[in-house]
């Protein structure tokens, strides 16, 4: 009786010291190669917008409404030949004070800019909408004449017009308060904190010429949270599995004898 005992004893002893895996040998791969890809699509895309967006703080209000003083935007990394009519670039020029801003680009090299007709900007000779001016602003506070702008500079304005220091403040310069495209250091995509998101499209310009694009940020965005969201899905399924196995250990031990 004492060594049928034994016999019987030693077999469980030695089972319940050995490790039991955790979940199915199917779920166990798809959970690595979820945390994988998801740390992929995490880190490749912060990676990707360190590369392609610069951050800036706006130090004051010449851009409101559309950014206001203290704002923290997200700029994308562009050549001046890339600028195209009612994009926000941040550029720096030594007439302006060599420090970095930011204005909104109304008008490019060979373009005629006059302000004001029906209280309106004019572009050559064709009236903009511009419905991201402060509500019943005018398109300028102080007329000015027919700017003419050269080969390979632009002409830029904030969109607070009363109180920007903007071409309109740089008309008696050499180039007639232009800017060289190879100032611009980068294009505005979005106001990140608040986050107010994207920049509008500036749709009064598109009978001039083709708009810019939209940079990659939402594509960056969404694989940032795509892959966070793989990592913790894989990342649970190990301890969702051994508490359903611990589970269902407890029901079987719970069963009553036969």
Known sequence: MGGESAMRTAP?????????????????????????LGLVLFLGG????????????VPTGSMTPTID???RILAQRVGGGEVRRGDVVVFKDATWGDT?????VVAIGGDTVSCCQDGKLKVNDKEID??????GEPAEITDFPTVTVPKGRLFLLGDERGSSLDSTAHLTDAA????????????VDAVVYPMNGMLPRPTGFEALGTLSSPGPLRTITAAVIVGAVL??????YGPIAKRTGAAR??????????
Not at 100 to 104: D, E, G, H, I
Not at 176 to 187: C, L, M, N, Q, Y
């Open 231 to 236: 990592v913790l899905a894989g990342g649970a």
């Open 69 to 71: 003083a203290g704002d």
């Open 249 to 258: 250990a407890r029901g079987a031990n719970a069963e009553p004898d036969r």
């Open 130 to 135: 511009e419905p991201y001016l402060p509500a």
């Open 100 to 104: 970095p801003m930011v204005k909104r």
């Open 46 to 57: 912060f990676a990707w917008g360190a590369v392609a967006y610069r951050p800036y703080t």
């Open 12 to 36: 469980l002893g030695s089972g319940s010291t050995g490790a039991a895996p955790v979940g199915t040998r199917l779920g166990q791969r798809l959970s690595g190669l979820m945390v994988g």
């Open 176 to 187: 007639s308060g232009t800017v060289a495209r190879s100032a611009v250091d980068a294009r």
